[in-house]
């Protein structure tokens, strides 16, 4: 009995703020008793779950029998087992079963033995990251169950509403259980190749079912004390009015809840873009006392009425430049056209974005904007990963639509009524541009195009394009550059044979103009100001060492490592986690809910597991590391992200410029670094050299020695040896983990494919006989070996990795390490002294 979607609540202690309990008696004999009043005991479930489909956390149960009747099912314990609420005892909301607990009924006697045995077996495959999780899982595993802090706010009336209805829905889902089949896991991609980002935006309904985190996890504060709804969205009859309450879960932290604005703020800056005084107010709450260069020459433009093409470089504040106007001509509009004829609220913008947790911090974004708005806008995210009925019924009432095209076009194309208001937007905006309209999102956002230019009356005709409503605003730090100088008007627009290139794509959008409006913010350098960027060369089979050794030359900082592939993830954050990194992944093949949390664990202190959002740069509280693909190289703004580390070289110069910028966004600094293996060396210097180039002619830097502008790092190569050893090590332990998962899974593929040849299955055999040899061979060999390690010498070598992680290392403080780039700091107060806290960088003290 182990998969469960309950929610990871930490178990309380003993006595210690829980509700009042009715006294039980200590009667033996068992009787039939709810789910939900069982004594169920939360587990901790070890990271590497964060992937494993419909594995949303672990509970254990003792002493219960499940009796079958027919196609009921009853569960029969004694009542010392149970816990039955009074009145005011609401905390069985935190721990509604879901699909997994109707696999268990149906198979489960009840023991608790399967997943005792399953948690330990997890425990001990894979290392664990010193960081316990039980301090965020409380409210960090995305399930969309209240706390029972939640419930507090309720009247009497409502809590008894609530609880009548979970019944109702635990009744429903027993008996549902009874017949239920295990659900069928949502494939995973094992593509070591490349990460298909959003791709799957459309793909699995199973995900799609699975309820997580509200959508305004990071929602102002008026928004934590609503009451949210149970999550199981297939009891949506019983729960009606849970989803109304969660329905209003889009609230936004009143005015008189916010800090006012500073009034000695010198907002002067902003009134050549005409404001309203409201959002000027906000603006001034967020304390943003000038407009970005993007923003001073976009807002304006976008405000006249004009379509416009917007380039700034990464972290410059575009979401905004495009948002104030979209808030602008909403509040404009507020009281004068609220509804259509037929009395169905118009959306005024729709915004696309290539990813979804690009999609969320958009709607974040604005509404942080909005916070202080007397009635702020209802903003609505429509990405793949969470609930379609639920966005459905929250786009019923959207101001704002923030989507990715997968998921929009799904409910688009449904034919849903959505489909008529949407041909009524003033705004539609897509975000990242050049990533969004190309590499497989386009077809959905052509699809999403075509759908709203598509005359409402004839339903075929399209409309002219100056007849249409509609403002097209479409933003990107990149354009490739024959593009650029199209849309500066230097070149014709010539769309014979273009296939799917950016100017045709462009085209598509159909703008209402003729010709958009062409800002480019940052005409000379796409990189942000304030970024240093460097690179290590090392050897190919040296880059897991190189990548340990730049993370703790580079102490107390937000590190955000980026792969070509899902497959370098799921090996690098073990890896790390077994030298005592707090690494976590993201990666698309993840469960929405494990991109979430992932996220919102690297956003969080590892020390206290708060939020630390509000911490400076430099400040000593951030040690997280991520480890993604690309699908986190574009527009994700995190506080505090002070280096990127380049695993594997970019694909393209773009690519290199999106990731370079997670990091030195606003004012903030930050740096790059890229490991670069020998035979990489050149193609690498090129493609950085193409970012640069235009920068570099300009201020005629161009030499053959530095025309890249990225500086060769010198890192000390004495002191890397040193650390060999632990990486080596941790590397073996983790291997033989990962290759005794992967094990079972190739053995069952090679035995179906033995069945198929009509063989008898000995692995061993037919690798000799050659069957399985050629590409590859020798990794398998080397897997082999690592899955042939028994427990004890894993243990053994655990033992021996913990004695080394405990040592100190002599850095040898005269040394420089980085070059000229940042010794000083590295070096300052902790002379000599970082590495002697490699044992979990300090997380243990
Ligand atoms: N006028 C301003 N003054 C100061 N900070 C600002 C201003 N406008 C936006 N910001 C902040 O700058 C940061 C970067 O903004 P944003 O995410 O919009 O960048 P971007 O240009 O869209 O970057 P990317 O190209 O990476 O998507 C955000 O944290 C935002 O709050």
Known sequence: MVANKRKLSKAPAAGAGQPKRRKTQAVEKKRPVSVDALQWKTVDVPEMFDDAEGFFGLEEIEGVEIVREGDKVKFMAAAKDTKEPEEDDFSGFDDTPGDADQIDVASSNGSSKLRKKAQKKAEKAVPQSDDDDDADDDDDDGDDEPSTLETKGLTKGQKKAKRM????????????????????????????????????????????????????????????????????????????????????????????????????????????????????????????TKPTRIQASAIPEIMDGRDVIGKASTGSGKTLAFSIPVIESWLARMGTKPAAADGKKIPIALFLSPTRELAHQIADHIKELCAGLPTPPYICTVTGGLSEQKQQRQLARADIIIGTPGRMWEIMSAGSAILDSLRQISFLVVDEADRLLKDGHFKEAEEIIKALDRSAATEENEDKPEDRPRQTLVFSATFNRGLQQKLAGKSKWDLKGQGESMEYLLKKLNFREEKPQFIDANPISQMAENLKEGLITCGDMEKDLYLYATILLQPCHRTLVFTNSINSVRRLVPLLQMLNLPA???????????????????????????????????????????????????????????????????????????????????????????????????????????????????????????????????????????????????????????????????????????????VDYDSDELEKAGMWSGRGSGRKEQEKASRKLTKAEVASMKGALKEMLSRRINTGVSESYFGNMDVTDLLKGSQGDFLGKVDGLGLDD
């Open 584 to 758: 976590y992944a993201l990666h698309s093949g993840m469960m929405q809910k494990a991109r979430m949390r992932s996220l919102e664990r690297f956003k969080a202190n590892p020390v206290t597991g708060q939020a630390s959002a509000n911490t400076t740069p430099g400040q000593n509280s951030t040690n997280t590391i991520l480890i993604a693909t690309d699908v986190a190289a574009r527009g994700l703004d995190i506080p505090n992200v002070d280096l990127i580390i380049h695993y594997h070289v970019p694909r393209s110069a773009d690519d290199y410029v999106h990731r370079s910028g997670r990091t030195a966004r606003a004012s903030a600094h930050g740096t790059s670094v890229l490991l670069c293996g020998p035979k990489e060396a050149i193609s690498t210097q090129r493609l950085v050299a193409k970012v640069h180039a235009k920068k570099e002619a300009k201020v005629g830097l161009a030499t053959k020695k530095n025309a890249t502008g990225v500086r060769t790092i010198d890192i000390d190569r004495k002191l890397v040896a040193r650390l060999r050893e632990r990486v080596v090590l941790a590397k073996a332990i983790t291997d033989a983990t990962l290759a005794k998962e992967k094990g079972s899974k190739e053995d069952d593929w090679m035995k179906k494919a033995a069945d198929e040849l009509g």
């Open 165 to 288: 209805a979970k019944k109702k829905m635990l009744e429903a889902k027993a008996k549902k259980a009874a017949k239920a089949k295990p659900a069928k896991p949502v494939p995973v991609s094992d593509d070591d190749s490349k990460d298909p980002e959003d791709a799957q935006e459309t793909a699995p309904k199973q995900e799609a079912k699975k309820d997580i985190k509200k959508d305004q996890k990071k929602g102002p504060k008026k928004e934590q004390k609503k009451v949210t709804k149970p999550v199981e969205k297939e009891a949506s009859v019983e729960i009606e009015d849970d989803e109304d309450s969660e329905l209003e879960t889009n609230v936004f932290t009143a005015v008189e809840d916010l800090p006012e604005p500073d009034e000695d703020l010198d907002m002067s800056a902003w009134v050549p873009l005409n404001l309203s005084p409201q959002l000027l107010s906000s603006i001034a709450r967020l304390g943003f």
